[in-house]
């Protein structure tokens, strides 16, 4: 049995079978007080299941203790988040007459005694420990995967108390057409009972778990039976009835919900729209259906906490539902995102008309973002009257430029920004795929700009090119006079950032195929000396050049050499180098600044990671230490979040 004593900082262990005696260990534990100079707040004590560990639980910014039952050595140091904060955590109940709820204090071994599971205290998440190897900050991660929540759940009733809410707060239901067979035992899944998808939702339904879900996502392929008999005869199918049905259900259930995401292709019908003008939802995302198959059209309502609003796969033809009135009343909206099928644009067919969308705008839109793609229609100055460009702060548009030979078809950014006096005094990101003289007349007008996106084609040799845009079969192939492998027109765009949004630019992506001279880059580095993030192309000869050019970006996070789409060069030279010459170059490369906060570097499709400053035995002369960054190589998964990378692309 053992005993901790927090005002002698020691933990005593007894034997049972005769209390009479004195304890037969005592373990010191002073070593690990509270700098404070304060009494230890331990919170519990707890034997792992194979009885060779003792955690000791405690209440104070320094985290848990991890123990050798036998020898009370320090087997794992158990840090929470933010532990160099002292003392400004949210405590577990303790003697303190506060009575604060539940905190970091709450601790507890998992039943194979590796992991341990607590509070993080600062905020309502799980957090989970790896016990095993030595004493180490990195232990700690939280519970995210749905997967682990779900284990965790079965763990014991007060995991399932804890990490309940965390599983249900981001729901994602994913629809097949077909039944799907396990590839273990050839069992259809859902055998017994319905397809995952059908019980996900009626556990929304029947259950009371919907009041965490914050997040509630629909995706795939619903199965619509005798489709085409029911729209014959003026009907809906009543599979998709009885879905719609479920989930207006489920929405009006999930009092917590904030965003919904229907990405099913099927239709959601007027009763869903109506249960979402009931809710507190503040962001919405909807693909409307491809079929040409009759079906209702909505007259979609309102939503009076409606900030962030994105629809795809818009198609005149297809029977779509009628947003106008819910872009006109909905005054909450600031994040607008339109994204309409690239069919009209490939078959030459300006069938859009943006006053079915904006005609009911009795005043103009208050956007801070706006994002369009794929737009194709006559331009008719709507924007003048529906959108006032003077407080939007992101702006992006993808195949919405006038390509060369568009004479008829122009979009509404390209027609905004021909015009010099319309004012953009807080834009601060623009992103979009076509380079040109009205792309630099935007960027000479503004001033201040933070981010800039030049999205250029992608490698053919990189499998994960998401290149599928169409272009107008206006032009009819042929390249434009403001080609993007223009010399001159790349030394524009490059003066016109350099000179107008220097001081300000954090992040800078330009297009591959603008092989980047010397001069070019000394002008970027010069004038940009806040970059954060910067991808270029350059066929860089000799990797004396990053030495040069490293140093001088002080805050470069990412930094990515593109290759050249149309001549692998520069990609077949990154490969021709022997294995781990890149990460010895990078490392040496990198480390004339040990304050440098560099972390990722991409030359043509080589990803690699720059961790911190340590000492390696120099190969040449032995005995003698150099000093370098450790480099090792990534897979692209390990920088899908990095903005740089994420946002080159044109979803």
């Known amino acids: 049995m053992a005993v901790a004593s927090a005002s002698t900082s020691s933990v005593l262990l007894y034997d049972i079978r005769n209390y009479e005696q004195e304890p037969f260990a005592t373990f010191d534990m002073r070593e690990y007080d509270p700098p404070s100079g304060n009494l230890p707040e331990w919170t519990k004590l707890e034997f792992s299941n194979d009885g060779k560990s003792l955690l000791v639980s405690t209440n104070h910014g320094q985290g848990h203790l991890l ?3 036998f020898t009370g050595m320090l087997k794992a140091h158990l840090p929470r988040p933010y532990q160099s904060t002292w003392g ?15 905190g970091q204090g709450d601790t507890s071994f998992t039943a194979d005694g590796r992991y341990v599971i607590g509070g993080s205290g600062a905020d309502r998440d799980a957090v989970v420990w790896d ?13 995210e995967v749905p997967a682990d929540l779900a284990r965790t759940c079965r763990t014991c009733r007060i995991f399932y108390y804890m990490t309940l809410p965390q599983l249900y707060t981001n729901v994602t239901l994913r629809s097949y057409d077909s039944i799907r067979y396990s590839s273990e035992d050839g069992r259809p899944e859902g055998c017994g009972m319905g397809s995952p998808f059908v019980m996900g939702l009626n556990g929304l339904v029947l259950r009371n778990v919907a009041g965490y ?5 629909f995706v795939g392929e619903w199965k619509e039976c005798d489709l085409e008999e029911c729209y014959r005869k003026g009907r809906v199918p009543d599979s998709t009835m009885m879905l719609n049905t ?33 809710s507190q939802i503040r962001s919405l995302t909807i693909r409307f259906s491809s079929s040409r198959s009759p079906r209702p059209v909505a007259l979609v309502p309102p939503l009076p906490s409606l900030v962030s609003l994105r629809v795809s796969n818009i198609d005149p033809t297809c029977y779509e539902d009628d947003i106008s009135h819910l872009l006109a009343r909905s005054r909450n909206l600031r994040e607008l995102s339109l994204v309409w099928s690239p069919r009209m644009r490939e078959a030459g067919e300006p069938s859009i008309h943006l006053d079915s969308l ?6 103009p839109l208050t956007l801070t973002k706006v994002a369009v793609k794929n737009l194709y229609h006559h331009d008719e100055g709507w924007c003048a009257r529906y959108y006032d460009p003077s407080i939007t702060e992101e702006l992006t548009f993808i195949n919405s430029s006038e390509n060369h030979g568009d004479k008829r078809a122009s979009p509404f950014i390209d027609f905004k920004l021909r015009y010099s006096t319309i004012s953009l005094p807080r834009l601060k990101l623009v992103r979009g795929d076509r380079a040109s003289r009205q792309f630099v007349e935007l960027l000479a007008k503004t001033k201040g700009l933070e981010k800039i996106y030049i999205i250029g084609p992608k490698t053919k040799n990189n499998p994960e090119s998401d290149n599928t845009v169409p272009r107008s079969p206006i032009s009819n192939g042929s390249s434009p006079p403001n080609s993007l492998s223009s010399d001159t027109l790349r030394d524009e765009h490059i003066e016109a950032i350099t000179q107008k949004h220097g001081q300000t630019l954090r992040h800078l992506l330009l297009p591959p195929q603008w092989r980047l001279t010397s001069d070019n880059i000394a002008l970027i580095v010069r004038n940009c000396p806040n970059l954060e993030q910067l991808a270029f192309g350059a066929d860089f000869d000799k ?10 970006l002080p805050k470069i996070f990412a930094l990515r050499l593109l290759d050249n789409p149309d001549n692998s060069g520069f990609r077949d030279k990154m ?16 480390s004339a600044r040990e304050g440098s906060k560099i972390r990722w570097m991409e030359l043509a499709d080589l990803l690699f990671e720059i961790g911190k400053v340590e000492p390696m035995e120099d190969p040449d002369n032995p005995g003698k230490m150099n000093y370098r960054r450790s480099v090792r190589k990534r897979h692209r998964e390990a920088v899908e979040d990095v903005d740089i990378w994420k946002l080159d692309s044109y979803k």
């Open 246 to 278: 479920l989930v207006r259900v489920a929405i009006e259930r999930s009092t917590a919900l904030k965003e919904l995401c229907w990405e099913l292709n099927t239709k959601m019908l007027l009763n869903v729209w109506q249960g979402l003008a009931q």
């Open 67 to 69: 123990l050798d039952a």
């Open 88 to 102: 400004v955590l949210r405590p577990a109940p303790s003697a303190t007459p506060s009575k604060l709820p539940l």
């Open 131 to 143: 016990t095993q190897g030595a004493v180490k900050k990195e232990g700690e991660r939280k519970l």
């Open 575 to 590: 490969h021709a180098v022997d294995d781990g010459r890149h990460e010895e170059i990078i490392g040496s490369s990198t």
């Open 358 to 363: 904006f005609g009911k705008v009795d005043q």
């Open 213 to 217: 879900v914050k997040r509630l996502r």
């Open 543 to 552: 990797f004396s050049n990053l030495r040069l050019l490293v140093p001088f």
